[in-house]
């Protein structure tokens, strides 16, 4: 089945720092994916996304590529701030069913200091 | 403002004992969906809706009913509650697009239930 693999948190960097959360995807058919953010005591909310091999999503200073070769869609930021401080959702979901249902990862926890 | 509202947001009950989280969305989203988050399991979907009156199964249903007679509400039923369904749950809705169906989930802000 559908499925996806992020890096384990809590992943502890100082302000400006880079930033990469991995995510690796298992999927049959041609699957969408997308980052989510859940900022403490919020609902999910969208990041980037990306529907095809080789697009690249991108917002808030935060990118990542879809790849289909490696089956990754890593999520990078060149600057952190202390307001990124959230966990991060990486999904997918494959078009062909007629759930919607996105596929999740377990989250990765990032925690920006000052 | 486009929302998805959730009641209540905490909640302690005791096992066996009936409870209800309502749902509710302003954007006229046919879609709607429940998730529960436990750690380091993500979000895993419990039931969803197409349309009015049109619900199925997610990965992870038992223990719970929903329904859906309006489409802007969708509430999550736990006839009698155990303690593994204490989690934080969620709701959300998207427009439905035909063709490749990228569109984008709507969340609520999240029910803590606690099952004792």
């Known amino acids: 089945g559908d499925s996806v693999t992020q890096m384990e948190g809590p992943v502890t960097l100082s302000e400006e720092a880079f930033l990469t959360i991995n995510c690796t995807y298992t999927a049959t058919g041609y699957p969408s994916l997308f980052w989510y953010v859940q900022y403490p005591g919020e609902g999910l909310q969208l990041l980037l996304k990306a529907t095809k091999a080789d697009d690249k999503g991108s917002n808030k200073g935060f990118e990542a590529t879809y790849r289909k070769e490696t089956t990754s869609f890593h999520l990078e930021k060149g600057s952190v701030q202390v307001s990124d401080s959230a966990v991060y959702f990486c999904?997918?979901?494959?078009?062909?069913?007629?759930?919607?249902?996105?596929?999740f990862g377990s989250g990765t926890r990032l925690q920006v200091q000052p | 403002e486009a929302q998805v509202t959730q009641n209540p947001r905490y909640l302690i009950t005791v096992t066996g004992k009936k409870l209800t989280v309502t749902c509710s969305q302003n954007m006229n989203h046919e879609y709607m969906s429940w998730y529960r988050q436990d750690p380091g399991l993500g979000l895993r979907q419990i039931y969803y809706?197409?349309?009015?009156?049109?619900?199925d199964k997610g990965d992870v249903p038992e223990g719970y009913k929903v329904s859906r007679k309006e489409k802007r509400n969708f509430p999550l039923i736990l006839e009698s509650p155990s303690p593994n369904q204490t989690s934080l749950y969620f709701c959300?809705?998207?427009?439905?697009?035909?063709?490749?169906?990228?569109?984008?989930?709507?969340f609520g802000e999240g029910s803590r239930l606690t099952v004792l």
């Open positions: 959300a809705s998207s427009i439905r697009t035909g063709g490749a169906g990228t569109g984008e989930l709507f």
């Open positions: 809706s197409m349309n009015v009156e049109v619900t």
């Open positions: 999904a997918l979901r494959v078009s062909n069913t007629g759930r919607r249902a996105l596929t």
